[in-house]
């Protein structure tokens, strides 16, 4: 696959002919993808009565599963997620409770953060629920960058519209707006640094921001990733919550 990613990067680059949008959005997929991966990182949420970070190390197997340790600070140490397709348990420590998060609890904020357990539960892989089409082209961060509209395939969908700047050479999403049905913007990300992890080229500071909330974004800053990492299997079980 990375061979294959390389080789119609370079065609791209020779004859100057811009992919389809379909194209530039499975390309993104596939840097990102792989069988499982590991990453350790913090959650700056800068909120209306300051600013406090949440450190957390996530598991992620494939596109349906995922468990995640909060490590620090003391508040949130010992609270965990666990993501099994579409459905969604926490624990937390202080009350020795797992419960699931259905209904209109999806909606509501991840500790406090521009991060609802919706956009937890979304399938990380934007082919499968959005058409892509190229709208034009840009630059962001000081990179040239391609425009795309993203509409949703299917009618159940948190985001029924996105634009997404895509890196026209490390196929990164950049830069993205999500819109409701109706057309109001709900949350915007920005890519703030951008890092080689191994072989691929990975957001390592990400700014996500409710646009219907009154806090000031929550930025995301990736310590570390490993993709294809041996994960037990235990860990996706919801007795791994205690």
Not at 18 to 23: F, I, K, N, R
Not at 144 to 149: A, S, T, V
Not at 218 to 228: K, P
Request: proline share 2%.
């Amino acid at each position: 696959m990375k061979r294959i990613l390389l080789l119609s990067v370079l065609v791209t680059l020779a004859t100057g002919v811009t992919p389809s949008g379909e194209e530039i959005l499975r390309r993104v997929d596939a840097n990102l993808g792989s069988g499982n991966k590991m990453t350790l990182g913090d959650m700056v949420i800068h909120g209306r009565r300051g600013t406090r970070t949440v450190r957390s190390r996530t598991w992620i197997e494939g596109t349906e599963r995922s468990f995640t340790e909060y490590l620090a600070p003391p508040r949130e140490k010992g609270t965990k997620m666990l993501k099994l397709e579409d459905q969604l348990w926490t624990y937390t420590p202080q009350t020795d409770r797992t419960v699931m998060i259905s209904g209109h609890l999806l909606r509501q904020s991840v500790m406090g953060s521009d991060l609802s357990y919706e956009d937890l539960l979304e399938d990380p892989e934007l082919g499968r629920l959005y058409r892509a089409a190229v709208a034009g082209e840009d630059t962001v961060i000081g990179r040239d960058c391609w425009l795309l509209d993203l509409d949703a395939r299917v009618d159940e969908i948190a985001y029924y519209r996105r634009r997404v700047w895509v890196d026209k050479e490390r196929y990164v999403a950049l830069r993205e707006e999500r819109f409701a049905k109706s057309g109001v913007l709900l949350k915007t990300t920005d890519v703030r640094n951008v890092r080689l992890f191994g072989e691929r080229w990975v957001a390592d500071r990400v700014v996500f921001r409710d646009m219907l909330g009154s806090g000031q974004g929550t930025e995301f800053v990736l310590d570390s990733i490993a993709f294809d990492v041996d994960i037990p299997a235990h860990l996706f079980t919801k007795a791994s919550l205690k």
